[in-house]
Structures are given as structure tokens and as C-alpha cells.
């Protein structure tokens, strides 16, 4: 079965060869990514893991709450990500707001 997993709470030196190969134990690895900051480069503390496996939740329990670094990591399926809700709206083309009273 291929999945995608949240894997948060990383340790801020964790790279994507890090992430790879602590999940490669438990199946074949896709792709391993730590999210970086696009502005200073440095990891947010997550990441994404594709991999194909037999039983999810065999994987899930052995590296859910796995302490690296003094960091308990937390590893979820990944939800897609979607509309995430919220508005919008408000803004006028140049960004300014209306004058016109009603």
C-alpha cells in the first residue's frame, strides 16, 4: 500500500537523507522531505515521507512518539491538502479599502 505520513515534532537537524533512512526500516521510501523556511532555509520541524508498505499502522506505532535529538516525533497519515476553509475576500485590487459609504 503506498502512503504519504506527517512526521512532526523533528529535530531541527534531521535531514532528508535523516528522514529517509528512519523510515527505509519499515518500507520501501518514495521520498523523504523536511519542510525548510523559504526565507532562511532552516527546517519548520516537519516533513513528509512517501513509502510503500504492508501494514500502515505497523509503521505508524513503531515511529510515532520515537525520541531523536530529546524530540518525541509524531507520525500520522498525511491528509491531502485541499481547501483548508477560511475567507477571503476584503481586498480590492489596490489593496486599499473602499471609500463609498452605503
Request: glycine content about 14%.
Amino acid at each position: 500500500m503506498y502512503v504519504k505520513l506527517f512526521v512532526g515534532n523533528l529535530p531541527w537537524s534531521m535531514s532528508n537523507v535523516d528522514l529517509e533512512d528512519l523510515f527505509n526500516k519499515h518500507g520501501a521510501v518514495q521520498s523523504a522531505r523536511v519542510i525548510t523556511d523559504r526565507d532562511t532555509g532552516r527546517s519548520r520541524g516537519f516533513g513528509f515521507v512517501e513509502m510503500e508498505v504492508d501494514n500502515l499502522a505497523q509503521v505508524i506505532n513503531s515511529t510515532n512518539g520515537l525520541e531523536i535529538d530529546g524530540r518525541q516525533l509524531r507520525v500520522n497519515e498525511a491528509k491531502e491538502r485541499g481547501n483548508m476553509g477560511g475567507g477571503g475576500g476584503g481586498f480590492r485590487r489596490d489593496n486599499r479599502r473602499s471609500t463609498r459609504r452605503y
